[in-house]
């Protein structure tokens, strides 16, 4: 038999224990812990109702009533501590979370296409969308299709306009995109109706000129292609990018491989026509060179002259970038200043 008294003071010793274990406890997990020690099935309360057979039953109301007032006693005393605990811990993630909004902002620098590159986006965007299809052309060539089928033999004095960089005797670094027309010609059959962006190079080096340099070549081979034709698509180029107010003027000039040959000229969009620093005074400024393509070019390619005729243009993008933006020294789209370059973004 177990005697009443001894378990009462045996509960008064959990109710110490409780008080004096539990003093240093810092966080939820901890008291949750402690908790389970006393009232689990098996904690040191739970453990207490196992004696209730082993006492006089006359005494056990009494027990057990004494048993159930630890037992809320622990709860509520654990409850309210592991409520102190959160709230603390709570206060703690506030602080640690805690954010300054008058804090400036970490700003991101956001970059932008090379003025040539946005240049010649906006070029094929353009072309691409009156038909134009694109050619790659290679930036290594041999003299074939560099020059020769271009109506520019050996000893031609044109050659002389375009300094070549030679790799070996056979192979140059093209000196112009026109190359390009060949390899398409002796591929396709009319209608033909490309585009031709890359890279040339030439032995040439000062304000507007430099040894490489971006072109934009256009070919259209169809049956009764005109002056017309050409005049009317570089119209509406030169209008979406310098503005509907430019007007074009086709200037005389000579390429072997056209015939006619044609300056282009855009009237000039910083003064309108009126003459200043930027137009050198005469109201106009030129921006490729085209024509229809020479006889001898169409049959070095085998299509019949006669039958069929076509229209070329080449546009060089670092001189219509700069003018566009106002750049006067063509070094300064190679420089890769930052300064310079993230002023320009059309997008
Ligand atoms: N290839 C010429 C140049 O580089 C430009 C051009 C292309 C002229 C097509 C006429 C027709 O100067």
Request: overall charge negative; proline content about 4%.
């Amino acid at each position: 038999m177990q005697d009443l008294n001894e378990l009462i003071e045996k509960m008064s010793g959990i109710r110490q224990s409780i008080l004096s274990e539990t003093s240093d406890l810092s966080d939820s997990k901890m008291v949750y812990e402690m908790k389970k020690t006393f009232l689990d099935k098996n904690g040191r309360i739970g453990q207490m109702m196992r004696f209730m057979r082993e006492i006089d039953p006359s005494q056990r109301a009494d027990f057990g009533q004494k048993v159930n007032e630890l037992k809320n006693w622990a709860q509520n005393y654990f409850s309210s501590m592991d409520e102190k605990m959160k709230e603390k811990e709570l206060e703690l993630r506030y602080e640690s979370e805690k954010i300054d909004v008058t804090m400036p902002a970490v700003t991101h620098e956001v970059g932008c296409l090379h003025p040539v590159t946005q240049m010649r986006n906006q070029l094929i965007d353009i072309f691409s969308g009156m038909g134009f299809e694109i050619y790659e052309g290679s930036e290594v060539e041999n003299d074939y299709y560099n020059f020769t089928a271009l109506n520019t033999p050996q000893d031609h004095p044109a050659r002389d306009m375009q300094d070549t960089f030679y790799l070996s005797p056979e192979f140059l670094l093209r000196t112009q995109t026109s190359s390009g027309q060949i390899h398409v010609m002796e591929n396709r059959k009319p209608p033909i109706k490309i585009l031709s962006p890359g890279k040339v190079f030439r032995s040439d080096d000062d304000a507007t000129h430099s040894p490489m340099f971006s072109q934009m070549e256009g070919l259209v081979v169809d049956r009764s292609i005109t002056l017309g034709d050409l005049q009317g698509m570089l119209d509406v180029f030169v209008k979406k990018i310098y503005g509907d107010d430019v007007r074009t003027r086709l200037r005389p000039s000579f390429f072997p491989f056209t015939e006619p040959s044609v300056e282009v000229d855009v009237s000039c969009f910083e003064c309108g026509g009126k003459g200043c620093n930027l137009c050198k005074h005469t109201g106009w400024i030129e921006v490729l060179g085209a024509g229809i393509v020479n006889r001898k070019v169409l049959e070095n390619c085998g299509i019949d002259p006669d039958e069929y005729s076509g229209l070329a243009f080449g546009i060089g993008l670092e001189r219509i970038a700069m003018l566009k933006y106002g750049i006067n020294n063509i070094k300064q789209l190679f420089e890769s200043d930052l300064r310079v370059l993230s002023q320009i973004n059309d997008h």
